[in-house]
């Protein structure tokens, strides 16, 4: 199975900071990954699929980038209600699995 | 939209049917997924049900769980048959949207229901 690897674990920042996350897989998964949100007793929502094509209705501040096995989650000007769990998830082979989370702390 | 429903408390060894009803699309025509979280824990998928009616499942779960569609009804189910205390978590059904590549992540999920495997 593939490994995805996310960093840092927690990450503590601001209103209005940038934040980025690390995902890594630990085989090549050309740009088959997914980003999701997820605020405490909620559904995880999904930002970013492609590896960068944001999800319609999220905001631009959100962006990802990345293939191959290094990927990142990159958030411009934190906002109030950015401040919840990211997950990766890979869909590159049988079976999909998901980063363990960051948590995103003001 | 979707919305999961069937969850509670199953003493270990125990069956139970989680059923997801969706809206505003047919599970039929979609690909469906079962993903699970235990408590304080990451995300952890479980099944897929293909509109082919293909099926694959986790090896955690591979044997025990099953998947199934009613087009009648508009639903996606999961039936959980020897139920381990492993197995405690909160389900989330999902559509899933297959890539080019085969596989899928997941755009649409339910807000979960709660399986708690315990004597």
């Known amino acids: 199975d593939i490994q995805l690897s996310q960093s840092p674990p927690i990450v503590s920042a601001s209103l209005g900071d940038r934040v980025t996350i690390t995902c890594r897989a630990s085989?090549?998964?050309?740009?088959?990954l997914a980003w999701y949100q997820q605020k405490p007793g909620k559904a995880p929502k999904l930002l970013i699929s492609?590896?960068?094509a944001l999800e319609s209705g999220v905001p631009s501040r959100f962006s990802g980038s990345g293939s191959g096995t290094q990927f990142t989650l990159t958030i411009n000007s934190l906002q109030p209600d950015d401040f919840a769990t990211y997950y990766c998830?890979?869909?590159?082979?049988?079976?999909?699995?998901f980063g363990q989370g960051t948590r995103l702390d003001i | 939209q979707v919305a999961e429903s069937g969850g509670g408390l199953i003493q270990p060894g125990g069956s139970l049917r989680l059923s997801c009803a969706a809206s505003?699309?047919?599970?039929?025509?979609?690909?469906m997924s079962w993903v699970r979280q235990a408590p304080g824990k990451g995300l952890e998928w479980v099944s897929v049900?293909?509109?082919?009616?293909?099926?694959y499942h986790a090896d955690s779960v591979k044997g025990r769980f099953a998947v199934s569609r009613d087009s009648s009804k508009n639903t996606f189910s999961l039936q959980m048959n020897s139920l381990r205390a492993e197995d405690t978590a909160v389900y989330f059904c999902?559509?899933?949207?297959?890539?080019?590549?085969?596989?899928?992540?997941?755009?649409?999920w339910g807000k979960g229901t709660t399986v708690t495997v315990s004597s």
């Open positions: 999902a559509r899933a949207v297959r890539a080019a590549g085969g596989m899928f992540y997941m755009d649409v």
């Open positions: 505003g699309f047919l599970v039929t025509s979609n690909h």
């Open positions: 049900l293909y509109n082919s009616g293909t099926t």
């Open positions: 085989q090549g998964i050309e740009m088959w």
């Open positions: 492609g590896a960068s």
């Open positions: 998830q890979h869909y590159s082979t049988h079976p999909i699995t």
